[in-house]
């Protein structure tokens, strides 16, 4: 097996392109452990380590969060909590601290596990993926579309995944995973959702509920339609039943090692339900603290 | 003697502490060494010229093997090897009491995991490649996967040709539970159906060793196992060599409750060595780990109880199927504990008790931490709770009003003959501080912790109780004698003691006591201990909670023999005799004359070395018919009290406190000693709700700790302990052994809590997430 180890991210593209038969590695922490186990035996490892702009984010002129495949999850709980507060939710779920040092969001999406904990963000907030080719240049995958099958995506065999393209928090943003132990834990599912209050809609993602990520489309457009955007006032719990009810019928778990269908089902009718009551109430004391700092 | 040692060997251990004796915590030798990751591991051992050993597994629980082909994989270069049951030296056969284990599968396989053939190769990589190549015919036959058809169903097919029950005790005392004058005194009668899940040992070193060809035409063994000479018996037979030939020393041990009690890789890297003639290692990897040891048996349990109206136990009708899988392992132990503690530390009138270990094509079970008396501690524990909900009775009174003190009996008839001050206890336990409520302002508080499942929304707070018993040392007429050598010399100028013992520090903190109690009698600082290994008489196994109490014991012994020795020299030297002699920092005095002398004076005529065996007093076979007999040689009693936050709407789990009163005789050294409660209860909390190996059809859904979760620091609270010193006068210091006492009684206090936290009869351990929400409709 050779490991390369680019020092550009053109000298990675066009190994990329020449070296069909490497696998590329930037934490490590899904690629080792299937190296480990004897599950692959790739011709090469190409090491994406040597390239910094993978590990930096930045902001584009329109405000735009773009965010390096390989910027840990560790930096993004510190540095974006309050840009990406739903990325950072879920960042903090992912594995432990030794994992969230090293993982990030590249990789997440480079396995594309049903499991990956920050899959229902990224659909719920219309985060698009950049990639790249040598030959073809740059690529913008919509999340929604970048997820082709259980650990299939939409890259193409000579393309790296070079930033995820994110819009700053909107509105209020909740991130909820369920595990059968308090840490350490894949997801037996998980849910995202997010509030664009000047816009009035609502994002969401479910995640380990289905081959891939999903988007409840039919929750989002009730739940903007339902909620009380004018009054601000407090939310009729069943107006978050039906959402968590949407959100579920959505899904399409199925039976495994991890839990049930059915109660998977469950438990995202519950998240859903919770996730948007919270979101709510948020937005309720944000705009109630701006109003009074209005006031001072 | 070895030829040569292998790198990373094990040395004499010098302890880092120079203080402390029985009762003090110095700290043990091997601990700041594994904090900072330089502990040798049986995994780091190494010799330039070794070769790497892998195993080929059957893939199937149940078939029949009509060839293998093991050319291709010969032909494979680099590799050295491959053998196959017709390479095996001598008996094919092995296990620890039953020999029913082929060492290489025999024309079929048992259960999914099976050793099959074994490979030698420069490379674990090339050794790997070279076990695809070997050509394997089954023919796949239906798995017998149910424990209870296995036992009463004639038409079953059969695992072994003896017949599919490894072991049936009963237990009867009084009158039948069927008898209309025993009904006739009941106020009530409760039932329950009870189950608990494949539990795993899921040690962090998995299986691992180093095989040394010697010139003799012997083998030397660096191992990690928890009894090195009944490895040596099962071992050397195998090989067809005399025992004297197969030299074991112990590596370090990466944990073990009772998953290395059985042999895993030790025969086969000696095959290998032996045939190559080199040096052969050979490492599990996490997944083949899960095939490599056996697990704790599974367990359905149907009790049915009647009581007085005040909530005394009058009957107890019990029945437990113990799942032991495809060889019988420590079955017959197993069962013999679960069914000589099948009503557990009550006092009952009438009981028929019947407790069946049987094979099956499930995964092989043995020993682990508690065995027998864990699964029976969650269903009669969870029998006084139905008796109390019926009665109106609250846990701790239902318990107390039933619960044995010294003098009562057993349901083997066995007398509880040291203190077993066990309704006292529930007092102390239950005057404990409550956990204050959840302060939610943390999510790690809550129940889902930082996954944010709930900030407070669904979470019910429940209270549950459990007591625990466990036999500790080996029952049944069993003489489980420790072995201890103890050199007292002079290093220099300084007097120094080494303490040789065959017996395993599996992480337990034995070691630490060989030296404490070595300070203790014999007056010295410097105590080293020697590895543990062969060219020692046996110590026993490192299970049962035995240690102190037996090595322990011929640990003191020993020192004991030194002593008297010293004492003789003396008398000699001086031509006189003393009656009042003690040692001292490194003097020996006389009660009436003050220091008549030094151990650098005595020990100047050379060392003073002595060899012990201590033995416990005898015990008796459970009666075949009714299970009586004084089968356990020493009892210990722990009592929990579970205090758990429940969101009941997602069945997510936070187990707040996980508080704990125990009987231990003499604390021997606290700090170790509460690393053990508190890993104990971790273990027993982790089997309520959360660890279990998944089987469907004979096969392991879930080998790796992706799937097989065990407790983390955020799963785990910090424990309240009281820990009390009612001395066992039959035991060395009146210690009780403290290991496992708490693994039983943990899960079912969490189980309790559950259930009153949710209101639901619930029946199985782990209790799952769908177990709580299955049918609400609260979306
Ligand atoms: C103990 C443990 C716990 C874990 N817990 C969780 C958890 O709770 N939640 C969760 O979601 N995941 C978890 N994981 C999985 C893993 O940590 C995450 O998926 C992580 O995001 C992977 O990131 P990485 O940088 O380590 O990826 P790597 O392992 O380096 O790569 C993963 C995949 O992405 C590809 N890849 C990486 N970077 C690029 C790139 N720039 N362009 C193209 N392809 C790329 C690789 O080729 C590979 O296929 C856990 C893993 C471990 C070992």
Same mark, same amino acid.
């Given at each position: 097996?050779?490991?390369?180890?680019?020092?550009?991210?053109?000298?990675?593209?066009?190994?990329?392109?020449?070296?069909?038969?490497?696998?590329?590695?930037?934490?490590?922490?899904?690629?080792?452990?299937?190296?480990?186990?004897?599950?692959?035996?790739?011709?090469?490892?190409?090491?994406?380590?040597?390239?910094?702009?993978?590990?930096?984010?930045?902001?584009?002129?329109?405000?735009?969060?773009?965010?390096?495949?390989?910027?840990?999850?560790?930096?993004?709980?510190?540095?974006?909590?309050?840009?990406?507060?739903?990325?950072?939710?879920?960042?903090?779920?992912?594995? %432990?601290?030794?994992?969230?040092?090293?993982?990030?969001?590249?990789?997440?999406?480079?396995?594309?596990?049903?499991?990956?904990?920050?899959?229902?963000?990224?659909?719920?907030?219309?985060?698009?993926?950049?990639?790249?080719?040598?030959?073809?240049?740059?690529?913008?995958?919509?999340?929604?579309?970048?997820?082709?099958?259980?650990?299939?995506?939409?890259?193409?065999?000579?393309?790296?995944?070079?930033?995820?393209?994110?819009?700053?928090?909107?509105?209020?943003?909740?991130?909820?995973?369920?595990?059968?132990?308090?840490?350490?834990?894949?997801?037996?599912?998980?849910?995202?959702?997010?509030?664009?209050?000047?816009?009035?809609?609502?994002?969401?993602?479910?995640?380990?509920?289905?081959?891939?990520?999903?988007?409840?489309?039919?929750?989002?457009?009730?739940?903007?339609?339902?909620?009380?955007?004018?009054?601000?006032?407090?939310?009729?719990?069943?107006?978050?039943?039906?959402?968590?009810?949407?959100?579920?019928?959505?899904?399409?778990?199925?039976?495994?090692?991890?839990?049930?269908?059915?109660?998977?089902?469950?438990?995202? %009718?519950?998240?859903?339900?919770?996730?948007?009551?919270?979101?709510?109430?948020?937005?309720?004391?944000?705009?109630?603290?701006?109003?009074?700092?209005?006031?001072? | 003697?070895?030829?040569?040692?292998?790198?990373?060997?094990?040395?004499?251990?010098?302890?880092?502490?120079?203080?402390?004796?029985?009762?003090?915590?110095?700290?043990?030798?091997?601990?700041?060494?594994?904090?900072?990751?330089?502990?040798?591991?049986?995994?780091?051992?190494?010799?330039?010229?070794?070769?790497?050993?892998?195993?080929?597994?059957?893939?199937?629980?149940?078939?029949?093997?009509?060839?293998?082909?093991?050319?291709?994989?010969?032909?494979?270069?680099?590799?050295?090897?491959?053998?196959?049951?017709?390479?095996?030296?001598?008996?094919?056969?092995?296990?620890?009491?039953?020999?029913?284990?082929?060492?290489?599968?025999?024309?079929?396989?048992?259960?999914?995991?099976?050793?099959?053939?074994?490979?030698?190769?420069?490379?674990?990589?090339?050794?790997?490649?070279?076990?695809?190549?070997?050509?394997?015919?089954?023919?796949?036959?239906?798995?017998?996967?149910?424990?209870?058809?296995?036992?009463?169903?004639?038409?079953?097919?059969?695992?072994?040709?003896?017949?599919?029950?490894?072991?049936?005790?009963?237990?009867?005392?009084?009158?039948?539970?069927?008898?209309?004058?025993?009904?006739?005194?009941?106020?009530?009668?409760?039932?329950?159906?009870?189950?608990?899940?494949?539990?795993?040992?899921?040690?962090?070193?998995?299986?691992?060793?180093?095989?040394?060809?010697?010139?003799?035409?012997?083998?030397?063994?660096?191992?990690?196992?928890?009894?090195?000479?009944?490895?040596?018996?099962?071992?050397?037979?195998?090989?067809?060599?005399?025992?004297?030939?197969?030299?074991?020393?112990?590596?370090?041990?990466?944990?073990?409750?009772?998953?290395?009690?059985?042999?895993?890789?030790?025969?086969?890297?000696?095959?290998?060595?032996?045939?190559?003639?080199?040096?052969?290692?050979?490492?599990?990897?996490?997944?083949?780990?899960?095939?490599?040891?056996?697990?704790?048996?599974?367990?359905?349990?149907?009790?049915?109880?009647?009581?007085?109206?005040?909530?005394?136990?009058?009957?107890?009708?019990?029945?437990?199927?113990?799942?032991?899988?495809?060889?019988?392992?420590?079955?017959?132990?197993?069962?013999?504990?679960?069914?000589?503690?099948?009503?557990?530390?009550?006092?009952?009138?009438?009981?028929?008790?019947?407790?069946?270990?049987?094979?099956?094509?499930?995964?092989?079970?043995?020993?682990?931490?508690?065995?027998?008396?864990?699964?029976?501690?969650?269903?009669?524990?969870?029998?006084?709770?139905?008796?109390?909900?019926?009665?109106?009775?609250?846990?701790?009174?239902?318990?107390?009003?039933?619960?044995?003190?010294?003098?009562?009996?057993?349901?083997?008839?066995?007398?509880?003959?040291?203190?077993?001050?066990?309704?006292?206890?529930?007092?102390?336990?239950?005057?404990?501080?409550?956990?204050?409520?959840?302060?939610?302002?943390?999510?790690?508080?809550?129940?889902?912790?930082?996954?944010?499942?709930?900030?407070?929304?669904?979470?019910?707070?429940?209270?549950?109780?459990?007591?625990?018993?466990?036999?500790?040392?080996?029952?049944?007429?069993?003489?489980?004698?420790?072995?201890?050598?103890?050199?007292?010399?002079?290093?220099?100028?300084?007097?120094?003691?080494?303490?040789?013992?065959?017996?395993?520090?599996?992480?337990?903190?034995?070691?630490?006591?060989?030296?404490?109690?070595?300070?203790?009698?014999?007056?010295?600082?410097?105590?080293?201990?020697?590895?543990?290994?062969?060219?020692?008489?046996?110590?026993?196994?490192?299970?049962?909670?035995?240690?102190?109490?037996?090595?322990?014991?011929?640990?003191?012994?020993?020192?004991?023999?030194?002593?008297?020795?010293?004492?003789?020299?003396?008398?000699?030297?001086?031509?006189?005799?003393?009656?009042?002699?003690?040692?001292?920092?490194?003097?020996?005095?006389?009660?009436?004359?003050?220091?008549?002398?030094?151990?650098?004076?005595?020990?100047?005529?050379?060392?003073?070395?002595?060899?012990?065996?201590?033995?416990?007093?005898?015990?008796?076979?459970?009666?075949?018919?009714?299970?009586?007999?004084?089968?356990?040689?020493?009892?210990?009693?722990?009592?929990?009290?579970?205090?758990?936050?429940?969101?009941?709407?997602?069945?997510?789990?936070?187990?707040?406190?996980?508080?704990?009163?125990?009987?231990?005789?003499?604390?021997?050294?606290?700090?170790?000693?509460?690393?053990?409660?508190?890993?104990?209860?971790?273990?027993?909390?982790?089997?309520?709700?959360?660890?279990?190996?998944?089987?469907?059809?004979?096969?392991?859904?879930?080998?790796?700790?992706?799937?097989?979760?065990?407790?983390?620091?955020?799963?785990?609270?910090?424990?309240?302990?009281?820990?009390?010193?009612?001395?066992?006068?039959?035991?060395?210091?009146?210690?009780?052994?403290?290991?496992?006492?708490?693994?039983?009684?943990?899960?079912?206090?969490?189980?309790?809590?559950?259930?009153?936290?949710?209101?639901?009869?619930?029946?199985?351990?782990?209790?799952?997430?769908?177990?709580?929400?299955?049918?609400?409709?609260?979306?």
């Amino acid at each position: 097996m050779d490991f390369l180890r680019p020092a550009t991210w053109a000298e990675a593209l066009t190994a990329r392109a020449e070296r069909p038969d490497a696998v590329p590695i930037a934490g490590g922490t899904d690629v080792m452990v299937e190296l480990n186990f004897d599950r692959r035996r790739p011709g090469a490892l190409l090491d994406l380590n040597r390239i910094p702009a993978l590990r930096q984010w930045t902001r584009d002129p329109d405000g735009t969060i773009r965010l390096g495949a390989s910027v840990p999850y560790a930096r993004i709980i510190d540095e974006l909590r309050t840009d990406l507060p739903g990325l950072a939710m879920a960042s903090r779920t992912v594995g %432990s601290p030794q994992i969230r040092n090293r993982g990030g969001v590249g990789g997440n999406l480079g396995a594309a596990s049903p499991a990956g904990d920050t899959h229902p963000v990224l659909v719920a907030t219309d985060a698009v993926i950049e990639v790249e080719s040598a030959e073809r240049g740059v690529r913008a995958i919509p999340a929604t579309e970048f997820y082709l099958g259980v650990k299939r995506n939409a890259m193409a065999a000579d393309e790296l995944i070079k930033a995820v393209l994110l819009a700053p928090a909107k509105g209020p943003q909740q991130f909820s995973k369920i595990g059968t132990r308090n840490a350490m834990v894949i997801a037996v599912c998980s849910f995202a959702v997010a509030l664009d209050v000047a816009a009035r809609k609502v994002g969401a993602g479910i995640g380990s509920a289905a081959p891939t990520p999903r988007r409840p489309f039919e929750a989002e457009l009730f739940a903007a339609d339902a909620l009380p955007w004018d009054s601000r006032a407090d939310l009729d719990p069943r107006i978050a039943t039906r959402f968590g009810e949407l959100v579920a019928a959505a899904a399409a778990p199925i039976d495994d090692v991890r839990g049930t269908a059915a109660y998977r089902r469950h438990a995202l %009718s519950v998240m859903g339900r919770r996730t948007l009551t919270w979101a709510w109430r948020e937005h309720q004391s944000s705009q109630s603290c701006q109003s009074s700092k209005e006031l001072t | 003697m070895p030829t040569r040692a292998p790198d990373r060997a094990p040395r004499d251990l010098n302890q880092s502490a120079t203080t402390g004796g029985v009762g003090d915590s110095p700290t043990r030798p091997d601990g700041s060494l594994k904090v900072k990751g330089e502990f040798a591991y049986s995994s780091d051992l190494f010799m330039d010229d070794m070769i790497w050993g892998a195993t080929l597994r059957s893939p199937h629980p149940r078939a029949l093997i009509h060839s293998i082909d093991v050319a291709a994989a010969l032909k494979l270069p680099g590799v050295y090897a491959v053998l196959t049951h017709e390479d095996v030296p001598g008996h094919k056969f092995y296990g620890l009491d039953t020999r029913d284990q082929p060492v290489l599968a025999v024309g079929q396989v048992r259960h999914q995991g099976e050793p099959v053939a074994l490979v030698a190769a420069d490379h674990p990589e090339t050794a790997r490649r070279a076990l695809k190549l070997i050509q394997v015919d089954y023919e796949v036959q239906e798995p017998v996967v149910d424990p209870r058809r296995a036992v009463f169903d004639p038409q079953c097919p059969l695992v072994h040709d003896d017949g599919n029950i490894v072991r049936h005790q009963p237990v009867r005392v009084g009158a039948s539970p069927d008898d209309p004058a025993v009904r006739a005194q009941c106020a009530v009668v409760v039932s329950g159906e009870y189950e608990v899940g494949i539990q795993d040992q899921a040690f962090l070193g998995p299986e691992s060793g180093l095989a040394i060809p010697a010139e003799d035409g012997g083998v030397d063994l660096y191992v990690a196992t928890q009894w090195i000479h009944w490895d040596l018996l099962q071992i050397a037979p195998c090989l067809g060599l005399p025992e004297e030939k197969v030299r074991m020393t112990l590596s370090g041990v990466g944990g073990a409750f009772g998953g290395r009690e059985d042999l895993s890789m030790e025969i086969h890297a000696a095959m290998l060595a032996l045939r190559v003639g080199k040096p052969v290692k050979m490492v599990y990897n996490r997944e083949e780990s899960f095939f490599g040891h056996v697990h704790r048996h599974p367990a359905l349990m149907t009790y049915t109880y009647g009581a007085t109206a005040e909530g005394k136990l009058v009957f107890a009708d019990v029945e437990i199927v113990l799942d032991g899988g495809g060889y019988a392992s420590a079955t017959p132990n197993v069962v013999g504990n679960a069914a000589s503690l099948g009503v557990g530390p009550y006092v009952v009138p009438n009981i028929k008790i019947d407790a069946y270990g049987v094979y099956t094509n499930n995964p092989p079970c043995g020993a682990m931490r508690g065995f027998g008396a864990v699964q029976a501690c969650f269903a009669y524990e969870s029998m006084m709770d139905k008796l109390a909900a019926e009665l109106g009775l609250d846990p701790v009174t239902i318990r107390q009003r039933n619960v044995v003190a010294q003098g009562d009996k057993l349901a083997t008839g066995q007398v509880v003959e040291a203190p077993a001050p066990v309704a006292e206890m529930l007092d102390t336990l239950k005057a404990l501080p409550m956990p204050a409520p959840a302060d939610t302002s943390d999510l790690r508080n809550l129940p889902g912790s930082t996954a944010n499942a709930t900030h407070g929304e669904g979470v019910v707070r429940g209270v549950g109780y459990g007591i625990g018993v466990k036999n500790i040392c080996f029952s049944e007429d069993f003489d489980d004698y420790s072995t201890a050598r103890v050199r007292l010399e002079l290093l220099g100028d300084t007097v120094g003691a080494l303490v040789h013992t065959a017996a395993a520090e599996v992480g337990q903190g034995l070691i630490t006591i060989e030296a404490q109690i070595a300070r203790t009698e014999l007056g010295v600082e410097q105590v080293s201990i020697h590895p543990a290994d062969s060219s020692v008489g046996t110590a026993g196994s490192s299970s049962a909670s035995r240690q102190s109490y037996m090595t322990g014991g011929a640990v003191k012994t020993a020192c004991e023999a030194v002593r008297a020795a010293v004492f003789e020299r003396i008398a000699q030297d001086h031509g006189r005799a003393y009656d009042d002699l003690s040692l001292a920092g490194g003097k020996i005095v006389s009660h009436a004359e003050g220091v008549i002398g030094t151990l650098e004076e005595v020990l100047a005529a050379g060392p003073i070395e002595q060899t012990r065996e201590y033995h416990h007093h005898r015990t008796q076979r459970m009666d075949p018919f009714t299970g009586q007999g004084n089968s356990h040689t020493q009892l210990a009693f722990a009592v929990h009290r579970a205090v758990v936050d429940v969101d009941v709407e997602l069945g997510l789990i936070k187990v707040v406190a996980l508080d704990l009163v125990q009987d231990v005789g003499k604390i021997m050294n606290r700090l170790s000693l509460e690393g053990q409660l508190h890993g104990g209860s971790a273990q027993g909390l982790g089997l309520a709700v959360m660890e279990e190996i998944q089987v469907r059809d004979g096969k392991v859904r879930n080998p790796s700790f992706t799937d097989y979760l065990i407790p983390t620091i955020l799963d785990m609270p910090p424990m309240r302990m009281e820990i009390l010193e009612n001395a066992d006068p039959r035991a060395p210091y009146g210690l009780r052994g403290a290991g496992e006492p708490p693994t039983l009684s943990s899960t079912p206090a969490i189980a309790a809590a559950i259930r009153d936290a949710t209101g639901l009869d619930l029946r199985r351990v782990p209790i799952r997430p769908e177990d709580l929400t299955e049918g609400r409709t609260d979306a």
